[in-house]
Nanobody, 125 residues
Framework: QVQLLESGGGLVQAGGSLRLSCAAS????????MGWFRQAPGKEREFVAS????????NYVDSVKGRFTISRDNAKNTVYLQMNGLKPEDTAVYYC??????????????????WGQGTQVTVSS
């Protein structure tokens, strides 16, 4: 069983930055594509970004392109989400997820096998 633990959420003013981290209990970490999703109150869970096993390929939802960067450190079993230029509409619980099965980068929640508990990100205007 893979355990994922997110950290780094918090309250920030619009235009500010946060860096989310997700530490995985599994080895080798590099067999998993990793992703970040978010869920705002009253809304469905939304894909944010994903990164391939080697870190060489990434994918983003259009609304965060140019502002968010996903990265990973396979030696530390950790994936990151650097969030710059935060907007109030980025407010959500952010979840880390691991994909063991897909050959390519996924963006659907159903493609991810393991999930963290989430970390709250709140952006004030």
């Amino acid at each position: 069983q893979v355990q994922l633990l997110e950290s780094g959420g918090g309250l920030v003013q619009a235009g500010g930055s946060l860096r989310l981290s997700c530490a995985a209990s599994v080895r080798p970490f590099s067999i998993y594509n990793m992703g970040w999703f978010r869920q705002a109150p009253g809304k469905e869970r939304e894909f944010v970004a994903s990164i391939s096993r080697s870190g060489g390929n990434t994918n983003y939802v259009d609304s965060v392109k140019g502002r968010f960067t996903i990265s990973r450190d396979n030696a530390k079993n950790t994936v990151y989400l650097q969030m710059n230029g935060l907007k109030p509409e980025d407010t959500a619980v952010y979840y880390c997820a691991a994909d063991r099965r897909s050959a390519g980068l996924g963006h659907r929640a159903s493609e991810f096998d393991f999930w963290g508990q989430g970390t709250q990100v709140t952006v004030s205007s």
